[in-house]
Protein backbone atom coordinates (compact mmCIF):
# COMPACT_ATOMS: atom_id res chain seq x y z
CA UNK A 1 0.00 0.00 0.00
CA UNK A 2 1.21 3.47 -1.19
CA UNK A 3 0.09 7.09 -1.08
CA UNK A 4 -0.55 8.14 -4.82
CA UNK A 5 0.21 11.25 -5.97
CA UNK A 6 -1.03 12.67 -9.22
CA UNK A 7 1.41 15.28 -11.28
CA UNK A 8 -0.24 17.33 -13.47
CA UNK A 9 2.59 18.70 -16.31
CA UNK A 10 1.97 21.34 -19.06
CA UNK A 11 3.73 20.86 -22.54
CA UNK A 12 5.87 17.52 -20.31
CA UNK A 13 6.96 19.79 -17.57
CA UNK A 14 5.47 19.58 -14.26
CA UNK A 15 3.59 22.24 -12.85
CA UNK A 16 4.90 24.07 -9.57
CA UNK A 17 1.73 23.36 -7.88
CA UNK A 18 2.26 19.72 -7.95
CA UNK A 19 5.90 19.27 -6.28
CA UNK A 20 3.57 20.96 -3.02
CA UNK A 21 1.61 17.97 -3.68
CA UNK A 22 4.20 15.36 -3.43
CA UNK A 23 5.77 16.94 -0.73
CA UNK A 24 2.71 16.70 1.19
CA UNK A 25 2.22 13.04 -0.06
CA UNK A 26 5.89 12.12 1.54
CA UNK A 27 4.37 13.90 4.62
CA UNK A 28 1.05 11.10 4.52
CA UNK A 29 3.33 8.09 3.54
CA UNK A 30 5.95 8.69 6.81
CA UNK A 31 2.81 8.77 8.89
CA UNK A 32 1.35 5.84 8.09
CA UNK A 33 4.77 4.30 7.35
CA UNK A 34 4.81 3.59 3.62
CA UNK A 35 6.24 5.24 0.38
CA UNK A 36 4.71 7.53 -2.40
CA UNK A 37 3.69 6.63 -5.94
CA UNK A 38 3.58 9.75 -8.74
CA UNK A 39 1.15 9.08 -11.80
CA UNK A 40 2.43 11.27 -14.30
CA UNK A 41 0.62 11.77 -17.73
CA UNK A 42 3.37 12.69 -20.70
CA UNK A 43 6.01 13.80 -18.56
CA UNK A 44 9.71 14.40 -19.62
CA UNK A 45 11.16 14.89 -16.19
CA UNK A 46 10.07 12.09 -13.76
CA UNK A 47 12.94 11.52 -12.41
CA UNK A 48 12.95 15.48 -10.62
CA UNK A 49 10.49 13.91 -8.22
CA UNK A 50 12.73 11.83 -6.45
CA UNK A 51 14.04 15.35 -4.75
CA UNK A 52 10.16 15.82 -2.99
CA UNK A 53 10.05 12.14 -1.47
CA UNK A 54 8.34 10.11 -4.60
CA UNK A 55 10.07 6.37 -5.20
CA UNK A 56 7.97 5.20 -7.93
CA UNK A 57 6.67 7.04 -10.98
CA UNK A 58 4.28 5.58 -13.21
CA UNK A 59 4.45 7.58 -16.46
CA UNK A 60 1.59 7.31 -18.75
CA UNK A 61 2.62 7.69 -22.66
CA UNK A 62 -0.18 8.14 -25.01
CA UNK A 63 -0.82 10.92 -27.90
CA UNK A 64 -4.59 10.74 -26.72
CA UNK A 65 -3.44 12.51 -23.72
CA UNK A 66 -1.61 14.97 -24.59
CA UNK A 67 -4.66 17.12 -24.16
CA UNK A 68 -6.17 17.68 -20.96
CA UNK A 69 -9.53 15.48 -20.72
CA UNK A 70 -10.64 15.13 -17.31
CA UNK A 71 -12.91 11.67 -17.73
CA UNK A 72 -9.66 10.26 -19.37
CA UNK A 73 -7.31 11.70 -16.77
CA UNK A 74 -9.81 10.59 -14.02
CA UNK A 75 -9.34 6.94 -15.57
CA UNK A 76 -5.87 7.25 -15.33
CA UNK A 77 -5.91 8.13 -11.96
CA UNK A 78 -7.83 5.19 -10.80
CA UNK A 79 -6.25 2.77 -12.36
CA UNK A 80 -3.24 4.01 -11.01
CA UNK A 81 -4.75 3.85 -7.61
CA UNK A 82 -5.90 0.42 -7.47
CA UNK A 83 -2.92 -1.07 -9.56
CA UNK A 84 -0.74 0.05 -6.49
CA UNK A 85 -3.09 -0.41 -4.00
CA UNK A 86 -2.85 2.83 -2.78
CA UNK A 87 -5.40 4.51 0.04
CA UNK A 88 -4.14 7.66 0.06
CA UNK A 89 -4.88 10.18 -3.42
CA UNK A 90 -2.90 13.40 -3.43
CA UNK A 91 -4.30 16.05 -6.03
CA UNK A 92 -3.36 19.56 -5.75
CA UNK A 93 -6.27 22.68 -6.43
CA UNK A 94 -5.40 24.06 -9.60
CA UNK A 95 -8.34 24.19 -11.80
CA UNK A 96 -7.55 20.98 -13.66
CA UNK A 97 -7.13 18.89 -10.17
CA UNK A 98 -10.51 20.64 -8.65
CA UNK A 99 -11.77 18.66 -12.08
CA UNK A 100 -10.70 15.49 -11.18
CA UNK A 101 -10.92 14.94 -8.10
CA UNK A 102 -14.67 14.41 -7.64
CA UNK A 103 -14.45 12.14 -11.00
CA UNK A 104 -11.75 9.83 -9.13
CA UNK A 105 -13.83 10.13 -5.98
CA UNK A 106 -16.52 8.78 -7.54
CA UNK A 107 -14.51 5.50 -9.76
CA UNK A 108 -12.90 4.71 -6.31
CA UNK A 109 -15.97 5.09 -3.90
CA UNK A 110 -13.56 7.62 -1.94
CA UNK A 111 -14.68 10.18 0.31
CA UNK A 112 -12.68 13.79 -1.25
CA UNK A 113 -11.94 16.35 1.36
CA UNK A 114 -11.03 20.10 -0.49
CA UNK A 115 -8.89 22.68 0.69
CA UNK A 116 -6.61 20.60 2.79
CA UNK A 117 -4.04 22.68 4.76
CA UNK A 118 -1.85 20.35 7.24
CA UNK A 119 -0.76 17.12 7.48
CA UNK A 120 -4.09 14.77 8.73
CA UNK A 121 -4.27 15.82 12.54
CA UNK A 122 -4.92 11.82 13.15
CA UNK A 123 -4.42 8.44 10.70
CA UNK A 124 -7.17 6.71 12.01
CA UNK A 125 -9.92 8.20 11.86
CA UNK A 126 -8.23 10.01 9.40
CA UNK A 127 -9.26 13.44 9.94
CA UNK A 128 -7.70 16.64 7.88
CA UNK A 129 -7.51 20.34 8.53
CA UNK A 130 -9.27 22.25 5.57
CA UNK A 131 -9.93 25.95 4.76
CA UNK A 132 -13.23 27.31 4.91
CA UNK A 133 -15.60 30.32 4.07
CA UNK A 134 -12.71 31.90 1.50
CA UNK A 135 -10.15 31.01 3.98
CA UNK A 136 -11.48 32.78 6.98
CA UNK A 137 -11.98 29.66 9.38
CA UNK A 138 -10.60 26.34 8.91
CA UNK A 139 -12.55 23.00 9.67
CA UNK A 140 -11.88 19.43 10.57
CA UNK A 141 -13.39 16.74 8.43
CA UNK A 142 -12.94 13.26 8.69
CA UNK A 143 -12.93 10.60 5.54
CA UNK A 144 -14.60 7.09 6.78
CA UNK A 145 -14.32 5.63 3.15
CA UNK A 146 -11.65 3.09 2.59
CA UNK A 147 -9.74 5.32 -0.60
CA UNK A 148 -9.16 8.82 0.46
CA UNK A 149 -8.34 11.57 -1.81
CA UNK A 150 -7.47 14.94 -0.55
CA UNK A 151 -7.13 18.22 -2.50
CA UNK A 152 -4.04 20.20 -1.17
CA UNK A 153 -4.51 24.16 -0.88
CA UNK A 154 -1.78 26.11 -2.44
CA UNK A 155 1.05 27.90 -0.20
CA UNK A 156 -0.54 25.59 2.51
CA UNK A 157 2.20 23.24 3.25
CA UNK A 158 4.86 24.55 1.09
CA UNK A 159 7.72 22.45 -0.96
CA UNK A 160 9.53 19.95 1.53
CA UNK A 161 12.57 18.92 -0.20
CA UNK A 162 13.34 14.82 0.95
CA UNK A 163 16.23 13.21 -1.29
CA UNK A 164 14.78 9.98 -2.14
CA UNK A 165 16.02 6.98 -5.03
CA UNK A 166 13.24 6.89 -7.75
CA UNK A 167 12.13 4.54 -10.52
CA UNK A 168 10.27 5.28 -13.03
CA UNK A 169 7.77 2.32 -14.74
CA UNK A 170 5.53 2.98 -18.13
CA UNK A 171 1.96 2.47 -17.03
CA UNK A 172 -0.44 1.68 -19.33
CA UNK A 173 -4.20 1.98 -18.21
CA UNK A 174 -7.51 0.81 -20.82
CA UNK A 175 -8.35 4.11 -21.96
CA UNK A 176 -12.23 4.42 -22.85
CA UNK A 177 -12.41 5.45 -26.47
CA UNK A 178 -15.98 6.89 -25.40
CA UNK A 179 -14.19 9.82 -23.55
CA UNK A 180 -12.62 10.39 -26.54
CA UNK A 181 -15.44 11.35 -28.54
CA UNK A 182 -15.73 15.30 -27.90
CA UNK A 183 -12.97 17.41 -28.51
CA UNK A 184 -12.53 19.83 -25.96
CA UNK A 185 -9.99 22.69 -27.35
CA UNK A 186 -8.41 24.81 -25.03
CA UNK A 187 -7.01 28.05 -26.44
CA UNK A 188 -3.70 30.13 -24.63
CA UNK A 189 -3.96 33.36 -25.09
CA UNK A 190 -0.22 34.12 -26.30
CA UNK A 191 1.39 36.11 -23.27
CA UNK A 192 4.42 36.84 -22.17
CA UNK A 193 3.46 37.42 -18.79
CA UNK A 194 3.35 35.59 -15.55
CA UNK A 195 -0.43 34.63 -14.93
CA UNK A 196 -2.06 34.62 -11.82
CA UNK A 197 -2.91 31.26 -11.31
CA UNK A 198 0.65 30.44 -11.71
CA UNK A 199 2.38 33.40 -10.44
CA UNK A 200 4.45 32.92 -7.34
CA UNK A 201 3.83 37.00 -6.36
CA UNK A 202 0.79 39.16 -7.75
CA UNK A 203 0.97 43.17 -8.16
CA UNK A 204 -2.38 44.42 -7.89
CA UNK A 205 -4.10 47.77 -8.13
CA UNK A 206 -7.65 48.99 -7.74
CA UNK A 207 -9.75 52.55 -7.82
CA UNK A 208 -6.81 54.72 -6.26
CA UNK A 209 -4.86 54.96 -9.86
CA UNK A 210 -7.21 57.09 -10.49
CA UNK A 211 -7.47 55.63 -14.48
CA UNK A 212 -6.03 53.48 -16.85
CA UNK A 213 -3.12 55.50 -17.96
CA UNK A 214 -1.37 55.20 -14.40
CA UNK A 215 -0.46 51.31 -14.26
CA UNK A 216 2.50 51.76 -16.35
CA UNK A 217 4.23 52.04 -12.62
CA UNK A 218 2.13 48.81 -11.50
CA UNK A 219 3.91 46.63 -15.02
CA UNK A 220 6.79 48.17 -14.17
CA UNK A 221 7.03 46.68 -10.89
CA UNK A 222 5.56 43.09 -12.03
CA UNK A 223 8.36 42.93 -14.22
CA UNK A 224 11.02 43.77 -11.66
CA UNK A 225 9.45 40.89 -9.58
CA UNK A 226 8.38 38.58 -12.13
CA UNK A 227 5.16 39.23 -11.01
CA UNK A 228 1.62 38.68 -12.57
CA UNK A 229 -0.41 41.79 -12.42
CA UNK A 230 -3.93 41.95 -11.00
CA UNK A 231 -6.72 44.71 -10.03
CA UNK A 232 -9.95 44.97 -8.16
CA UNK A 233 -13.26 44.48 -9.82
CA UNK A 234 -14.12 48.15 -10.40
CA UNK A 235 -10.97 48.75 -12.10
CA UNK A 236 -11.62 45.79 -14.84
CA UNK A 237 -15.66 47.18 -15.04
CA UNK A 238 -14.12 50.30 -15.96
CA UNK A 239 -12.14 48.76 -18.77
CA UNK A 240 -9.24 50.33 -17.02
CA UNK A 241 -7.55 46.90 -17.23
CA UNK A 242 -9.01 43.28 -18.39
CA UNK A 243 -11.30 40.93 -16.82
CA UNK A 244 -9.07 38.13 -16.51
CA UNK A 245 -7.05 40.32 -13.73
CA UNK A 246 -9.91 41.02 -11.52
CA UNK A 247 -9.84 39.28 -8.53
CA UNK A 248 -11.95 38.57 -6.02
CA UNK A 249 -15.10 36.53 -4.51
CA UNK A 250 -16.16 37.20 -8.08
CA UNK A 251 -13.03 37.25 -10.09
CA UNK A 252 -10.08 34.75 -9.85
CA UNK A 253 -8.54 33.40 -6.22
CA UNK A 254 -4.80 34.47 -6.35
CA UNK A 255 -2.99 32.29 -4.06
CA UNK A 256 0.63 33.47 -4.58
CA UNK A 257 3.29 33.78 -2.05
CA UNK A 258 3.19 37.71 -2.12
CA UNK A 259 0.38 39.97 -2.98
CA UNK A 260 1.03 43.40 -2.87
CA UNK A 261 -2.46 45.27 -3.14
CA UNK A 262 -1.87 49.40 -4.18
CA UNK A 263 -4.69 51.51 -3.88
CA UNK A 264 -7.00 48.76 -2.92
CA UNK A 265 -9.55 49.50 -0.26
CA UNK A 266 -9.81 45.54 1.08
CA UNK A 267 -13.49 45.30 0.77
CA UNK A 268 -14.87 42.33 1.77
CA UNK A 269 -15.35 40.67 -1.43
CA UNK A 270 -11.91 41.42 -2.82
CA UNK A 271 -10.23 39.94 0.31
CA UNK A 272 -12.41 36.80 -0.18
CA UNK A 273 -10.17 36.26 -3.35
CA UNK A 274 -6.59 36.34 -1.73
CA UNK A 275 -7.12 35.64 1.46
CA UNK A 276 -5.15 32.19 0.69
CA UNK A 277 -2.00 34.29 -0.15
CA UNK A 278 1.13 33.90 2.08
CA UNK A 279 1.74 37.82 2.87
CA UNK A 280 0.22 40.11 1.70
CA UNK A 281 1.42 44.08 1.46
CA UNK A 282 -0.46 46.96 0.89
CA UNK A 283 0.07 50.30 -0.03
CA UNK A 284 -2.90 53.13 0.40
CA UNK A 285 -2.90 56.48 1.42
CA UNK A 286 -5.74 56.29 3.89
CA UNK A 287 -4.30 54.58 7.70
CA UNK A 288 -8.00 53.98 7.74
CA UNK A 289 -8.78 51.79 4.94
CA UNK A 290 -9.98 47.99 5.87
CA UNK A 291 -6.88 46.16 3.89
CA UNK A 292 -4.37 47.37 6.50
CA UNK A 293 -6.05 45.10 9.14
CA UNK A 294 -5.86 42.11 6.68
CA UNK A 295 -1.85 42.69 5.78
CA UNK A 296 1.33 41.36 6.55
CA UNK A 297 2.96 44.90 6.17
CA UNK A 298 1.85 48.17 5.07
CA UNK A 299 2.94 51.37 3.88
CA UNK A 300 0.99 54.15 4.28
CA UNK A 301 1.18 56.78 1.78
CA UNK A 302 0.69 57.82 -1.57
CA UNK A 303 1.13 54.87 -4.43
CA UNK A 304 2.15 57.58 -6.94
CA UNK A 305 5.70 58.46 -4.82
CA UNK A 306 5.99 54.81 -3.61
CA UNK A 307 5.46 52.43 -6.04
CA UNK A 308 8.25 54.15 -8.31
CA UNK A 309 10.60 54.30 -5.32
CA UNK A 310 10.20 50.84 -4.50
CA UNK A 311 10.52 49.72 -8.12
CA UNK A 312 14.17 51.89 -8.10
CA UNK A 313 15.27 50.14 -4.98
CA UNK A 314 14.07 46.57 -6.29
CA UNK A 315 16.14 46.67 -9.23
CA UNK A 316 19.20 47.05 -7.26
CA UNK A 317 18.87 43.41 -6.24
P1 LIG B 1 -12.11 51.80 -3.69
O1 LIG B 1 -12.99 51.16 -2.68
O2 LIG B 1 -12.57 53.07 -4.31
O3 LIG B 1 -10.71 52.04 -2.94
C1 LIG B 1 -9.64 52.77 -3.50
C2 LIG B 1 -8.56 52.82 -2.44
O4 LIG B 1 -7.47 53.51 -2.97
C3 LIG B 1 -8.98 53.57 -1.17
O5 LIG B 1 -8.72 52.75 -0.02
C4 LIG B 1 -8.11 54.81 -1.16
O6 LIG B 1 -7.71 55.17 0.15
C5 LIG B 1 -6.93 54.34 -1.96
N1 LIG B 1 -6.20 55.43 -2.64
C6 LIG B 1 -6.72 56.51 -3.29
N2 LIG B 1 -5.73 57.26 -3.80
C7 LIG B 1 -4.57 56.66 -3.47
C8 LIG B 1 -3.20 56.96 -3.69
N3 LIG B 1 -2.83 58.03 -4.38
N4 LIG B 1 -2.26 56.13 -3.18
C9 LIG B 1 -2.60 55.02 -2.46
N5 LIG B 1 -3.89 54.70 -2.22
C10 LIG B 1 -4.87 55.50 -2.72
N6 LIG B 1 -14.40 43.78 -5.57
C11 LIG B 1 -13.27 43.13 -5.93
O7 LIG B 1 -12.15 43.70 -5.94
N7 LIG B 1 -13.33 41.81 -6.32
C12 LIG B 1 -14.51 41.12 -6.34
O8 LIG B 1 -14.51 39.94 -6.69
C13 LIG B 1 -15.70 41.79 -5.95
N8 LIG B 1 -16.88 41.13 -5.96
C14 LIG B 1 -18.00 41.79 -5.52
C15 LIG B 1 -19.21 41.10 -5.44
C16 LIG B 1 -20.34 41.73 -5.00
C17 LIG B 1 -21.64 40.98 -4.92
C18 LIG B 1 -20.28 43.10 -4.60
C19 LIG B 1 -21.50 43.80 -4.08
C20 LIG B 1 -19.09 43.79 -4.68
C21 LIG B 1 -17.94 43.17 -5.16
N9 LIG B 1 -16.71 43.83 -5.24
C22 LIG B 1 -15.60 43.15 -5.58
C23 LIG B 1 -16.63 45.30 -5.02
C24 LIG B 1 -16.12 45.63 -3.63
O9 LIG B 1 -17.18 45.68 -2.72
C25 LIG B 1 -15.41 47.00 -3.64
O10 LIG B 1 -16.32 47.95 -4.12
C26 LIG B 1 -14.16 47.04 -4.50
O11 LIG B 1 -13.29 45.97 -4.15
C27 LIG B 1 -13.44 48.36 -4.31
O12 LIG B 1 -12.40 48.45 -5.22
P2 LIG B 1 -11.13 49.37 -4.92
O13 LIG B 1 -10.58 49.00 -3.60
O14 LIG B 1 -10.27 49.32 -6.10
O15 LIG B 1 -11.77 50.84 -4.88
Given at each position: MSVLV???????????????????AK?VAD?LGTSVTA??????????????GVSKV??????????????????????????E?A?I?????????????????????????????????????????????????????????????????????????N?TSIT??????????????????????????????????????????????????????????????????????????????????????????????????????????????????????????????????????????????????????
Amino acid sequence: MSVLVYIESENGKFKKASFESASYAKGVADQLGTSVTAVTINSEENESLSTYGVSKVLNVKSDKLSKFNANAYADVISQATKSEDAKIVVLGQTANDKYLAPLVAINLEAGYASNVVALPESTSPFTVKRNAFTNKAFNFTTINSDVKIIGVAKNAYGLKENETSITVEDFNPTLDESDFTIHVESVDKATDKVTIADAEIVVSAGRGLKGPENWEMIENLAETLGAATACSKPVSDMGWRPHSEHVGQTGKPVAANLYIAIGISGAIQHLAGINASKYKVVINNDAEAPFFKAADYGIVGDAFEIVPKLNEKLKEF
